[in-house]
């Protein structure tokens, strides 16, 4: 099975735990490396985080469940790459 | 024959299977070292994927393949580069 | 647990005392490389202050305890990175 | 006689052959190394295509002799970059 | 102590002495490696500089002493880095 | 005398002979290392090229006989580079 | 005294002598290690010329004397830098 290089999630979830616990426990998982969240909308109980990870090999179930135990949810997989490196959209006249 | 180094397609495909299965799937296709698939619009039943492959020697019937297996169409070939090394489209006064 | 690698602090503070003093007090805390503090508003009493800190292992309960020691109060905290090395947020076609 | 390192072609063409097959044949022209094909505008019979190419030496008149056996035509050659190496028109306080 | 080591602050001057000698001044204060004077703003008797100051370690009283010496005064220091290294303000989210 | 390192020209000139012919010979001249020829706009007779050329010590006198002999025509010199090194112009916040 | 590593200047010259011939004379000034010109604006008579300059150590009045020698005018000196290495202003979220 190809490896998963990195993951870019839309989630929702509530103001505790915070952002920093959430990183701690997602960036210790194996086969992750680096974890960033960032807040991009917040509400009077919820906040809206896009969670970027990088690794080398990441376990979508163990980072949902991670994500689902801290009271939060996934809105969508936005962006997905896996194999030997990572690489960005190439940017075409299309765009 | 030259060898295909990176290949740009836009796709519509149901959810499932996931955009994480359908890029580990993809990236373990002989030639191709990474795999990138970015959403950009979704439907209630479908949604749009941009796919951007990059590898030593991309073998775009496989690539189908594997993309129509899982239930995806491919609207356009966006973005082709062949050759020894990958190159951008050079940004011209014309753009 | 995991390491805090990187922290962007949104905090109102009194002009007094100044953020170069803030800065150098953040900078020496165990674990801390960089503090940089960026100011994108001052009113006639207090001054709205960014906070970007990298390091090895930053403690946000110490990064709070000397923003409020200085006077300052941290409104949100916008974006934390996690793990073995420092990632941005994957610039997504969602963006 | 000067190198030709990069050429830059607005081109039109029927969708078959694909730019994948235009891409593959032009790639392994001698003095060629890499091949990018972008399409900007997709019509019911015919496609686009900005064509850029770079390599040691380039022959247009063999570049022109493939495009055109593929059923192509070339409307404009935006860019040309002759000499020892490629470089970029440089941007200006004109631009 | 920690090490102040990038200062931007935005100051008013007199057109005499020019921002050459200042600048010529302000890079031989003790631990002070670089100084940036950008002219934003001319008016008939007084000019608006930004002024970047990096080094290894940064006296602002004596940054500030230099500035009044020749006429000019701080209205409000925009940035502050101080620690190990050099880093810009992460841009966020909510930037 | 200081040596050219960086000639930036807009110029007007026939459609026959092409760009392509047009950077071949500009490139053979002694103390040329690169020409990159640009077309921004194509009337029915003729064309407007800007022309880049970078090299070791450009001479502007061959540089125009080698135009006008292909019957172009030098409109302005928009940017000239002289020295050791070539340097863009400095982006300031007068720009 | 400080060195001067970086000035630019605003000008106003007749169109003879050109920038060619002044991009070459400045160059070859004590302390200088390249210059670049660029024209932002011509009239009949006149043009308004950007100078970049950057060198070691350089001596304004020796740049003065070569502008005005060449029937040049220094509008205004819009950014200087000085010390040991080069830098830009820090773009701040003031700006």
Sequence with gaps: M????RL???????????I?????????????SAVNISIYEIDRKVENAKI???GESISY???????????GAVHSIDE??????IIDDAVTLQD
């Design 2 to 5: 190809g490896r998963i290089r």
């Design 8 to 18: 870019v999630l839309d989630t929702l979830k509530p103001h505790e735990p915070s």
């Design 20 to 32: 920093i616990a959430m990183a701690e426990e997602l960036s210790v998982l194996e086969g992750i």
């Design 52 to 54: 970027t990870i990088e």
């Design 61 to 71: 179930p163990l980072v949902l469940e991670v994500i689902e135990e801290m009271g």
């Design 80 to 85: 997905v790459v896996a194999g030997k490196k």
